[in-house]
């Protein structure tokens, strides 16, 4: 989207900007913003990736990382150039990267101390644990029509695994 605003508005000081973003100094920060925002998620089409949680981890952190040089190209490019040619400078982006690291810090230690709480389970149990339950509540239902059909004195077919059904 920014190349075609750059490229047909006629505005020659959005195409420099533009194109000091695709070549200038800070060129690497560019083309690994494309590279992970860009041609990262493309590995999604493929569906042994796409179902592969360790995959989609491992490609959700370099989104996150073209993320971050995202913010970096639209803060650090607008502002290394001044309007005097003598205050260019290039831009060591020291803090940034204590941000960048702080957030993946802060990130992965509240990951594990959630994990660590009560209450989490297996995926794979649940499956098992939603088929107990299901089995369960058949037998009760079928106990409990048993039990009314007893009281009222009608005859009941046979229930398989319920003692006393089919007695009058």
Not at 16 to 29: C, D
Not at 68 to 77: D, G, H, L, Q, S
Not at 88 to 100: A, H, K, R
Not at 136 to 142: A, E, F, I, Q, T
């Amino acid at each position: 989207m920014e190349f075609f605003v750059a490229a047909y508005s006629g505005n020659e000081y959005e195409g420099f900007t533009f194109l000091n973003r695709m070549g200038g100094p800070y060129w690497w920060a560019y083309w690994t913003m494309i590279s992970c925002n860009v041609l990262t998620p493309q590995l999604f089409w493929f569906r042994k990736i796409r179902t592969s949680v360790v995959m989609s981890f491992i490609l959700s952190i370099f989104v996150n990382i073209g993320m971050w040089f995202e913010r970096f190209v639209i803060v650090v490019t607008s502002l290394h150039r001044d309007s005097l040619v003598s205050s260019w400078d290039y831009f060591v982006p020291v803090t940034e990267v204590f941000f960048l690291l702080g957030t993946f810090a802060c990130s992965s230690r509240c990951l594990c101390c959630s994990s660590a709480l009560p209450g989490h389970r297996d995926v794979r149990s649940e499956g098992r644990l939603a088929e107990r339950q299901s089995a369960l509540g058949r037998l009760g239902r079928d106990a409990a029509r048993a039990g009314r059909c007893a009281r009222r004195a009608e005859p009941v077919a046979a229930i398989p695994g319920v003692p006393g059904a089919g007695v009058h």
